[in-house]
Nanobody, 121 residues
Framework: QVQLVESGGGLVQPGGSLRLSCAAV????????IGWFRQAPGKEREGVSC????????YYSDSVKDRFIISRDNAKNTVYLQVNSLKPEDSAVYYC??????????????WGQGTQVTVSS
């Protein structure tokens, strides 16, 4: 079975941090660029970060730049999104997606099921 599995979401106070994980099952992430997306109720899906396949080139949207950090551990077949200085507007379901090749272009090959992040006091 080929899938991406996200974990690490939860309820956190404003200013807090979480580490989201995206684990590949049934395939290796070595050949894939990985993107993180989020979608809040009533809003369009937003791409927040991407990490390239091989040289760890990264992208962040303006809304998360300097607060979120994407990284990959190919030995663990996992990509991480460290989310810091969280704000209520960061609340959303966070998804990861894998795209074969160097960069996060559309369409993606695999999507995870999502992990909920809620930022509230």
């Amino acid at each position: 079975q080929v899938q991406l599995v996200e974990s690490g979401g939860g309820l956190v106070q404003p200013g807090g941090s979480l580490r989201l994980s995206c684990a590949a099952v049934g395939f290796t992430l070595d050949d894939y660029a990985i993107g993180w997306f989020r979608q809040a109720p009533g809003k369009e899906r937003e791409g927040v970060s991407c990490i390239s396949r091989s040289d760890d080139n990264t992208y962040y949207s303006d809304s998360v730049k300097d607060r979120f950090i994407i990284s990959r551990d190919n030995a663990k077949n996992t990509v991480y999104l460290q989310v810091n200085s969280l704000k209520p507007e960061d609340s959303a379901v966070y998804y990861c997606a894998a795209k074969v090749g160097y960069w996060c272009t559309r369409p993606d090959d695999y999507w995870g099921q999502g992990t909920q992040v809620t930022v509230s006091s």
